[in-house]
């Protein structure tokens, strides 16, 4: 009887979810019991669907991967994309993965506790190569192994976009650390990296301290039950130091990155209340102020000038 009302109550839900997905009025989708039956009515809705942002699935296979892969070659709208703890495997992931070449809307992919093994790693790794918009990836105990994660250091190499890697709980040994360690010492975008649970050993580990010698951006490294030894403990305050280094950094940045948003949304502000026809001194009216041409110089100024106390108005 329990599991009779329990029943009805799910179905109760996704019927509710359904129509909101269909009306276009949610957000959020989060269905962690939802399966691969009830799934295919979901994607379906979502063809049409512009509002849904965030969407997290649960007991979904590779059929349901493929059908929503499908989507987001078209969709542009959702953001965030969580397929934890399902029944993908190298197929489901695989079509996931080629949806990317194509959606420039997902940011954030987690792929956690499915079998997807190097094979779609390296699917991935390829996407990475081209793809701009993937800030987050998250990749914890997928069966990644030193192949995998020598893929994705290539893909590292060129892609400026991922902020997040998590790789934690996979077979990674000093090969594949020794890969991501020298990717990330021209990289510049990835901030946290993920390496809990794995076989990166000390010699990986003492790779990876190295990088940060060099590496400007790396915030967050997790290297927990990696059979480091206490060899590595010489390295350890130099890797604290380093991580504090580029944290500090980072939030400078950012803080000028905001400072420029800012200035920037201050100067159209101004250039859309200008007057069309104000009046010279002499008397005589001004040229109109054509917005847009102004607008397209503006996004084209070198960044430099917004970091200071420069007046813009001189290069437009």
């Not at 509710?16 to 009830?38: Q, S």
């Not at 502000?269 to 010279?280: G, K, N, P, T």
């Not at 070198?302 to 200071?308: H, M, N, Q, S």
Request: hydrophobic share 40%.
């Amino acid at each position: 009887m329990e599991f009779e009302l329990a029943a009805d109550a799910l179905a109760a839900v996704l019927w509710a979810t359904l129509t909101e997905v269909r009306a276009g009025t949610v957000k959020e989708v989060h269905f962690r019991r939802i399966g691969e039956g009830d799934a295919t009515q979901l994607a379906d809705a979502l063809r049409t669907n512009t509002s849904v942002k965030v969407l997290d699935l649960g007991e979904i296979g590779d059929a349901c991967a493929t059908q929503l892969a499908n989507i987001l070659r078209t969709n542009t709208s959702v953001r965030e994309l969580y397929l934890t703890s399902n029944s993908i495997g190298e197929a489901g992931a695989t079509q996931l993965a080629d949806a990317l070449r194509t959606n420039t809307s997902v940011k954030v992919l987690d792929l956690g506790d499915s079998e997807i093994g190097d094979a779609c790693a390296t699917q991935l790794a390829d996407v990475l190569r081209t793809n701009t918009s993937v800030e987050k990836l998250y990749l914890r105990q997928t069966s990644i192994g030193d192949a995998g994660a020598t893929q994705l250091a290539d893909a590292l190499r060129t892609n400026t976009s991922v902020k997040t890697l998590d790789l934690s709980y996979n077979s990674i040994g000093e090969a594949g650390a020794t890969q991501l360690a020298d990717a990330l010492r021209t990289n510049t975008s990835v901030e946290e990296l993920y390496l809990y649970d794995n076989s990166i050993g000390e010699a990986g580990a003492t790779q990876l301290a190295d990088m940060l010698r060099t590496n400007t951006s790396v915030e967050e490294l997790g290297l927990y039950g990696n059979s480091i030894g206490y060899n590595i403990g010489a390295h350890t305050q130099d890797i604290y130091d380093a991580l504090a280094r580029n944290a500090a950094r980072n939030a400078a940045a950012r803080r000028l990155r905001e400072q420029a948003w800012r200035r920037r949304r201050t100067l159209l502000m101004c250039l859309q209340r200008a007057s069309v026809d104000e009046r010279a001194p002499g008397g005589d009216a001004a040229p109109p102020i054509d917005a847009s041409a102004v607008l397209l110089r503006v996004a084209a100024l070198p960044e430099e000038l917004w970091k200071g106390p420069t007046s813009i108005f001189q290069y437009l």
